[in-house]
């Protein structure tokens, strides 16, 4: 995908141009991932959760620690064409990871039922969105989002979905990974399912949120 930049609004709604550049993930920009995770519960999974069921992960090949074969998996899935996610830069310094696939490759979200389809429609899925602690409230996660969008209509997904969390209430940054409704809706995303009625009591109440790509 060639670089992209990005427009946003300041919080004053005045539009302004920040200097944000999107890339896809390779193999060589895994430090970066990293420096973007750090802090995060992304520093132990490096955004295998939602593609592996917990078997899955067991299961990952390789000598090293549970932490250096996530990595070494996310590595294998950056050197494909198709990114597993893009990082978001501002000059040189990493600043947001958005992970972005098709439902099919996504196994836990595929067999989650906190997750489970609407409909057939072959979508690709946000399942996580991460920004350097440094960097948070500025509208980089927006920004991400919309590029992800972009990135997967390139590469021909015909709808893109979230599954967010329900409602516009404050909530502690890391337990916002899968992203918030208002934030999804500002992106252009619209609601397609409402929280599932009688889920359990622990369960985060949330939204199925799809945005149809512009071929
Ligand atoms: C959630 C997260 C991605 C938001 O990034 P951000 O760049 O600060 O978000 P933005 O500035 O684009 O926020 C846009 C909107 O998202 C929503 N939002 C952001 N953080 C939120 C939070 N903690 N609670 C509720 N809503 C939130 C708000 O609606 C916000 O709009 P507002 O600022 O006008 O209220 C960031 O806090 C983060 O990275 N959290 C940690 C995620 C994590 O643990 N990742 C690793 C998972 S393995």
Redesign the pocket.
């Known amino acids: 995908m060639p670089r992209e930049s990005s427009t946003t609004r300041t ?1 004053q709604g005045q539009a302004k141009s920040p200097p944000f550049v999107f890339r896809p993930l390779t193999p060589h920009l895994m430090d970066e991932l990293g420096t973007v ?1 750090r802090g ?3 520093t132990g ?1 490096w ?1 295998t ?1 939602p593609r592996l069921t917990d078997a899955q992960m067991r299961e990952l090949p390789g000598p090293g620690a549970a932490n250096q074969r996530r990595r070494d998996a996310m590595t294998q899935l950056a050197r494909r064409r198709r990114a597993p996610g893009l990082l978001a830069f501002e000059g040189d310094e990493p600043v ?1 990871w958005i992970a972005i696939a098709p439902r099919t490759e996504l196994a836990r979200i595929e067999t989650s039922r906190a997750t489970p389809r609407v409909d057939d429609e072959d979508v690709w899925v946000i399942p ?4 350097r602690k440094t ?9 991400l989002i919309r590029a992800a969008v972009t990135y997967a209509t390139a590469h021909g997904a015909p709808a893109v979905e979230a599954y967010p ?1 329900a409602g ?7 337990n ?2 899968f ?2 409704e ?2 999804f809706r ?1 992106a252009g995303f619209r609601v397609v399912r409402k929280p599932l009625e009688n889920r359990p009591r622990n369960w985060v109440p949330r939204v199925t949120m799809r945005i149809n790509a512009a071929h």
């Open positions: 919080r995770l995060s519960w992304g999974c955004c959760y947001g996580c969105v991460t920004v960097a948070r409230g500025r509208g980089i996660a927006l920004a969390r516009a209430t404050r909530i502690g940054d890391d916002a990974y992203g918030t208002p934030l500002r």
